[in-house]
């Protein structure tokens, strides 16, 4: 029961928190990011935010460090909309799944070109 609690908190979290970096932050630091998922602990005091850096690494560092200096308002935002005895505690992580997903893909259609020239 617990668990499917905290799996319930996760999803509303990952709405939430997308629409806040939507809607609600405004620093000029933040590139493109997306909230790709979130695990809250069983005792529900902590939250894994994974996120979705593009641009170069550059900007993906600033982006990272933009999310971690915005955390106390993402909380209170957080704190406003759930109606919760206590907020989680938030902590930032960067997901690379999609990159290496697009880089898969690449080589993928690099083999598949190859084998298509090759071919007489």
Known sequence: MARLR?????????????????????????GFVSVTDVEVSGDLSHAKVFVSLMG????????LQALESATGFIRTELARRIRLRRVPEIVFKPDRS????????????EIAKEKREGEP
């Open 6 to 30: 905290a799996d319930r908190l996760a999803q509303l979290i990952r709405d939430e928190v997308s629409d806040i970096l939507q809607r609600g932050l405004k620093d000029p630091r933040l």
């Open 56 to 63: 170069t690494e550059e900007e993906e560092a600033a982006s």
């Open 98 to 109: 999609i990159a290496r997903g697009a880089r898969i893909f690449q080589l993928l259609s």
